[in-house]
């Protein structure tokens, strides 16, 4: 892909430092890209139940916007704590893609390999304003791609057009034929198509991008989780939970509150 764009959306910091959490294990989804440090203690992390490993202290671990995380905490056996510290980011590639769509990341980064992505972290807890937060955010990125791998199908610009279409209108009641009339295709060679780059039917895609906007109103906002299912483009309040639950291991409720106590 011809990359002529990465538009910083979104970039949180958060941390903590604590002592009854050895052996706490949560297994969770975000709808951010998440890059986190692991300061004091120890991490054993695994995405979508495969190859956990630990970070060791001083290491750091990548996880994909809406993957599923199983992380095991463990406290320094000196000290009796265990503190971590993490950068939550949302960005966007082409002003279609997500950035986590397009590359692949190492699940861990190593502590030997760690000193600019420390700088980062040491950086960003000093700022008070988002521009040089977002600056930080952007050299975040730019190590991000150094370690990474891109993703090859992701030069189809007819599916960019469609991606972009999907991202601005989600809340809506998007139809497939909708979708189709946009590249000029039937339904059918339009689904096959969409299948085959994504990997995903365009209405399972739709929904991703409802319930990922729906995970981030759930931990940034006080939005009633009535009125979040509406504003992502879910009329039953019902099937919202339910494909919520699918999804993220939790209903919405605890959902947000399973996030809310590390924030």
Known sequence: MDIYDIELREIKVGGFNLEDIDGLCHVKSLPYLSVVRVVEGNYF??????????????????????????????????????????????????????????????????????????????????????????????????????????????????????YRYIRDNYSKNIKVKELADILNMSESNFYAVFKRYVGLSPISYINNCRLSAAAKLLICSQTRIKEVAERTGFKD?????KAFHAKYGNSPKDYRELNRRFK
């Open 45 to 162: 992390f695994g995405l979508d139940n495969k190859n956990p490993e630990f970070t060791g202290e001083g290491g750091l671990f990548i996880a994909p916007s809406n993957r599923i995380q199983t992380i095991v905490h463990k406290i320094n056996s000196n000290t009796g704590r265990m503190k971590a510290d993490w950068i939550f980011i949302d960005a966007s590639v082409n002003g279609s893609f997500s950035f986590d769509e397009v590359f692949i990341f190492p699940q861990r980064i190593s502590v030997h390999m760690s000193v600019k992505w420390h700088e980062i972290f040491d950086e960003i807890k000093l700022v008070d304003n988002i521009c040089d937060k977002k600056i930080l955010g952007y050299r975040l990125i730019k190590l991000l791609i150094s370690v990474g791998t891109e993703i090859p199908l992701f030069n189809n610009e007819d599916i960019s057009v469609v």
């Open 237 to 241: 309040p019902y099937y919202f939970s």
